[in-house]
C-alpha cells in the first residue's frame, strides 16, 4: 500500500472505542482496521451490484 492518502473523518467517541477494541483483538491498528472493513464493504457492495444488474 505504497500510495496512501491521508483524510480525516469525525466519529462519535463510542464507535471509535469500540472499533480501538476490536482493533486491539485482532492485533491491527485502528487505520488498518477500517481500511479492511471499507475493503470489506466495497466488496460487498460491487458484488450487490453485479447481482441486480443482472436480469
Known amino acids: 500500500?505504497?500510495?496512501v492518502s491521508k483524510?480525516?473523518?469525525n466519529l462519535p467517541k463510542?464507535?471509535?472505542k469500540e472499533l480501538k477494541k476490536?482493533?486491539?483483538d485482532e492485533d491491527t491498528s485502528l487505520?488498518?482496521?477500517i481500511i479492511?472493513?471499507?475493503?470489506e464493504g466495497m466488496s460487498k457492495r460491487n458484488k450487490n451490484d453485479v447481482v441486480s444488474?443482472?436480469?
Open 22 to 24: 476490536i482493533a486491539i
Open 31 to 33: 487505520s488498518g482496521l
Open 7 to 9: 483524510t480525516t473523518i
Open 53 to 55: 444488474g443482472e436480469d
Open 36 to 39: 479492511k472493513m471499507i475493503e
Open 14 to 16: 463510542d464507535l471509535k
Open 1 to 3: 500500500m505504497s500510495d
